[in-house]
Protein backbone atom coordinates (compact mmCIF):
# COMPACT_ATOMS: atom_id res chain seq x y z
CA UNK A 1 0.00 0.00 0.00
CA UNK A 2 0.96 3.73 -0.01
CA UNK A 3 3.56 4.51 2.89
CA UNK A 4 4.77 8.23 3.49
CA UNK A 5 8.52 8.28 4.96
CA UNK A 6 8.56 11.21 7.45
CA UNK A 7 11.89 12.57 8.16
CA UNK A 8 13.96 13.52 10.92
CA UNK A 9 11.79 10.74 13.13
CA UNK A 10 12.83 13.95 16.04
CA UNK A 11 14.35 17.15 16.29
CA UNK A 12 15.68 18.85 19.01
CA UNK A 13 15.46 22.51 18.35
CA UNK A 14 16.25 25.74 20.58
CA UNK A 15 13.75 28.21 20.60
CA UNK A 16 13.75 31.00 17.79
CA UNK A 17 15.41 28.71 15.37
CA UNK A 18 13.77 27.24 12.48
CA UNK A 19 12.69 23.48 11.48
CA UNK A 20 11.98 22.23 8.36
CA UNK A 21 11.01 18.00 7.79
CA UNK A 22 9.98 16.21 4.48
CA UNK A 23 7.69 13.59 3.85
CA UNK A 24 8.01 11.54 0.69
CA UNK A 25 6.68 8.56 -1.04
CA UNK A 26 6.77 5.82 -3.51
CA UNK A 27 3.57 7.34 -5.30
CA UNK A 28 1.96 10.11 -6.30
CA UNK A 29 -0.45 12.11 -4.16
CA UNK A 30 -2.87 14.56 -5.28
CA UNK A 31 -3.16 16.58 -1.75
CA UNK A 32 -0.56 16.68 1.01
CA UNK A 33 -2.16 17.84 4.08
CA UNK A 34 0.07 18.38 6.97
CA UNK A 35 -1.39 17.93 11.01
CA UNK A 36 0.04 18.25 14.27
CA UNK A 37 -0.81 16.28 17.27
CA UNK A 38 -0.73 17.01 20.90
CA UNK A 39 -0.65 14.44 23.76
CA UNK A 40 -3.50 12.44 24.40
CA UNK A 41 -5.43 14.70 21.65
CA UNK A 42 -6.22 14.60 17.80
CA UNK A 43 -4.25 16.10 14.96
CA UNK A 44 -5.20 19.00 14.35
CA UNK A 45 -4.97 20.19 10.45
CA UNK A 46 -2.33 22.83 9.80
CA UNK A 47 -1.98 23.12 6.08
CA UNK A 48 -3.45 21.63 2.97
CA UNK A 49 -1.78 21.17 -0.47
CA UNK A 50 -3.56 20.61 -3.74
CA UNK A 51 -1.43 21.41 -6.58
CA UNK A 52 2.37 20.37 -7.42
CA UNK A 53 4.48 23.32 -6.48
CA UNK A 54 1.99 24.54 -4.65
CA UNK A 55 4.02 26.73 -1.53
CA UNK A 56 1.47 27.78 1.51
CA UNK A 57 1.83 29.53 4.30
CA UNK A 58 -0.06 29.74 7.78
CA UNK A 59 1.19 32.06 10.22
CA UNK A 60 4.96 31.30 10.95
CA UNK A 61 4.39 27.63 9.29
CA UNK A 62 4.66 26.74 5.62
CA UNK A 63 4.16 23.67 3.35
CA UNK A 64 5.21 23.16 -0.44
CA UNK A 65 4.12 20.50 -2.47
CA UNK A 66 6.91 19.10 -4.77
CA UNK A 67 6.76 19.03 -8.22
CA UNK A 68 6.95 15.49 -8.66
CA UNK A 69 3.63 14.86 -6.37
CA UNK A 70 5.71 12.42 -4.51
CA UNK A 71 6.95 14.90 -1.78
CA UNK A 72 5.95 17.74 0.51
CA UNK A 73 7.92 20.21 2.91
CA UNK A 74 6.91 21.50 6.37
CA UNK A 75 9.15 24.79 7.50
CA UNK A 76 8.43 26.45 11.07
CA UNK A 77 10.21 29.99 11.30
CA UNK A 78 11.62 31.14 14.65
CA UNK A 79 9.92 28.12 16.72
CA UNK A 80 8.17 28.85 20.06
CA UNK A 81 7.65 26.38 23.11
CA UNK A 82 4.19 25.44 21.64
CA UNK A 83 5.33 24.14 18.33
CA UNK A 84 6.34 20.66 20.53
CA UNK A 85 4.05 18.47 19.23
CA UNK A 86 4.48 15.62 16.98
CA UNK A 87 3.91 16.86 12.89
CA UNK A 88 2.17 14.32 10.36
CA UNK A 89 2.42 14.60 6.83
CA UNK A 90 -0.99 12.53 5.17
CA UNK A 91 -2.17 11.96 1.41
CA UNK A 92 -5.53 10.23 0.60
CA UNK A 93 -5.48 6.45 -0.01
CA UNK A 94 -7.81 6.97 -2.79
CA UNK A 95 -8.61 9.36 -5.49
CA UNK A 96 -12.14 11.69 -4.82
CA UNK A 97 -12.98 13.74 -2.03
CA UNK A 98 -13.64 11.13 0.69
CA UNK A 99 -10.99 11.72 3.50
CA UNK A 100 -9.60 8.19 3.42
CA UNK A 101 -5.61 8.92 4.77
CA UNK A 102 -2.42 7.45 5.03
CA UNK A 103 -0.22 9.20 7.55
CA UNK A 104 3.46 9.40 8.02
CA UNK A 105 5.00 8.11 11.29
CA UNK A 106 5.77 11.71 12.27
CA UNK A 107 8.49 13.99 13.37
CA UNK A 108 8.22 15.07 17.20
CA UNK A 109 9.47 18.44 17.75
CA UNK A 110 11.18 19.57 21.04
CA UNK A 111 11.64 23.12 21.33
CA UNK A 112 14.67 23.70 24.27
CA UNK A 113 14.29 27.25 25.73
CA UNK B 1 -18.32 22.93 21.55
CA UNK B 2 -18.83 22.30 17.68
CA UNK B 3 -16.24 20.33 16.99
CA UNK B 4 -15.83 16.56 16.73
CA UNK B 5 -16.59 14.28 20.46
CA UNK B 6 -16.03 11.57 21.11
CA UNK B 7 -16.39 9.50 24.19
CA UNK B 8 -15.82 8.24 26.41
CA UNK B 9 -12.18 9.10 26.73
CA UNK B 10 -10.48 6.44 28.35
CA UNK B 11 -11.59 3.03 28.87
CA UNK B 12 -9.62 0.20 30.84
CA UNK B 13 -11.21 -3.10 29.97
CA UNK B 14 -10.61 -6.81 30.67
CA UNK B 15 -8.95 -9.11 27.61
CA UNK B 16 -12.20 -10.60 26.11
CA UNK B 17 -14.57 -8.21 26.86
CA UNK B 18 -16.55 -5.80 23.98
CA UNK B 19 -16.14 -2.25 24.23
CA UNK B 20 -18.43 0.50 22.36
CA UNK B 21 -16.94 4.19 21.55
CA UNK B 22 -19.16 6.68 20.25
CA UNK B 23 -18.44 9.71 18.10
CA UNK B 24 -20.53 12.39 17.33
CA UNK B 25 -19.30 14.21 14.18
CA UNK B 26 -19.67 18.29 13.58
CA UNK B 27 -22.98 18.78 12.28
CA UNK B 28 -22.85 19.60 8.85
CA UNK B 29 -20.61 16.88 8.23
CA UNK B 30 -22.22 13.97 6.35
CA UNK B 31 -18.85 12.08 6.32
CA UNK B 32 -17.24 10.47 9.15
CA UNK B 33 -14.46 8.03 9.77
CA UNK B 34 -12.79 5.85 12.08
CA UNK B 35 -8.83 5.46 12.71
CA UNK B 36 -6.85 4.11 15.27
CA UNK B 37 -3.12 5.17 16.38
CA UNK B 38 -0.99 2.95 18.19
CA UNK B 39 1.68 4.06 20.06
CA UNK B 40 4.89 5.99 17.70
CA UNK B 41 2.88 5.99 14.59
CA UNK B 42 0.44 7.95 13.14
CA UNK B 43 -3.36 7.30 12.52
CA UNK B 44 -4.42 3.97 10.51
CA UNK B 45 -7.80 4.06 8.31
CA UNK B 46 -9.98 2.00 9.30
CA UNK B 47 -13.58 2.35 8.28
CA UNK B 48 -16.15 5.54 6.76
CA UNK B 49 -19.65 6.29 6.53
CA UNK B 50 -21.38 8.67 4.03
CA UNK B 51 -24.34 9.80 5.74
CA UNK B 52 -25.59 6.32 7.04
CA UNK B 53 -23.86 4.48 4.30
CA UNK B 54 -20.42 2.50 5.52
CA UNK B 55 -18.77 3.12 1.88
CA UNK B 56 -15.80 1.08 3.20
CA UNK B 57 -14.79 -1.02 5.49
CA UNK B 58 -12.13 -3.31 4.30
CA UNK B 59 -9.55 -1.92 6.04
CA UNK B 60 -11.41 -2.93 9.49
CA UNK B 61 -8.87 -4.94 11.28
CA UNK B 62 -10.72 -8.21 11.66
CA UNK B 63 -14.53 -9.39 11.95
CA UNK B 64 -14.74 -8.08 15.79
CA UNK B 65 -14.57 -4.87 14.68
CA UNK B 66 -17.92 -3.19 13.62
CA UNK B 67 -19.17 0.10 13.00
CA UNK B 68 -22.53 1.64 12.30
CA UNK B 69 -23.61 5.25 11.67
CA UNK B 70 -27.48 4.25 12.13
CA UNK B 71 -29.86 7.68 11.38
CA UNK B 72 -26.42 9.35 10.11
CA UNK B 73 -25.37 11.19 12.72
CA UNK B 74 -23.67 9.87 15.65
CA UNK B 75 -21.41 6.67 15.00
CA UNK B 76 -20.10 3.87 17.46
CA UNK B 77 -17.31 1.43 16.66
CA UNK B 78 -17.01 -2.07 18.64
CA UNK B 79 -14.39 -4.34 19.31
CA UNK B 80 -15.71 -7.98 20.35
CA UNK B 81 -13.78 -9.98 22.17
CA UNK B 82 -10.56 -7.37 23.26
CA UNK B 83 -7.16 -8.06 23.06
CA UNK B 84 -4.33 -7.09 24.71
CA UNK B 85 -3.01 -5.84 20.72
CA UNK B 86 -6.24 -3.66 20.75
CA UNK B 87 -4.77 -1.13 23.01
CA UNK B 88 -4.44 2.22 20.72
CA UNK B 89 -6.78 5.46 20.43
CA UNK B 90 -9.30 5.41 18.39
CA UNK B 91 -9.84 8.61 16.72
CA UNK B 92 -13.00 9.77 14.75
CA UNK B 93 -13.15 12.44 12.09
CA UNK B 94 -15.62 14.25 10.00
CA UNK B 95 -15.46 16.04 6.40
CA UNK B 96 -18.25 17.56 4.04
CA UNK B 97 -19.02 15.68 0.83
CA UNK B 98 -16.99 18.51 -1.38
CA UNK B 99 -13.49 18.61 -2.94
CA UNK B 100 -11.60 20.68 -0.87
CA UNK B 101 -12.75 19.73 2.12
CA UNK B 102 -10.26 18.23 5.01
CA UNK B 103 -11.27 16.01 7.82
CA UNK B 104 -11.17 17.18 11.40
CA UNK B 105 -10.71 15.08 14.19
CA UNK B 106 -12.00 14.58 17.32
CA UNK B 107 -9.65 14.00 20.64
CA UNK B 108 -9.93 10.24 20.36
CA UNK B 109 -10.87 7.23 22.63
CA UNK B 110 -7.76 5.89 24.66
CA UNK B 111 -8.10 1.89 24.78
CA UNK B 112 -5.90 -0.01 27.50
CA UNK B 113 -6.97 -3.75 27.49
CA UNK B 114 -5.68 -5.49 30.38
Known amino acids: GQQLNQSPQSMFIQEGEDVSMNCTSSSIFNTWLWYKQDPGEGPVLLIA?????ELTSNGRLTAQFGTTRKDSFLNISASIPSDVGIYFCAGPISSGSARQLTFGSGTQLTVLP | DTGVSQDPRHKITKRGQNVTFRCDPISEHNRLYWYRQTLGQGPEFLTY????????KSRLLSDRFSAERPKGSFSTLEIQRTEQGDSAMYLC????????????FGQGTRLTVV
Open chain 2, 93 to 104: ASSFVREGTEAF
Open chain 2, 49 to 56: FQNEAQLE
Open chain 1, 49 to 53: LYKAG
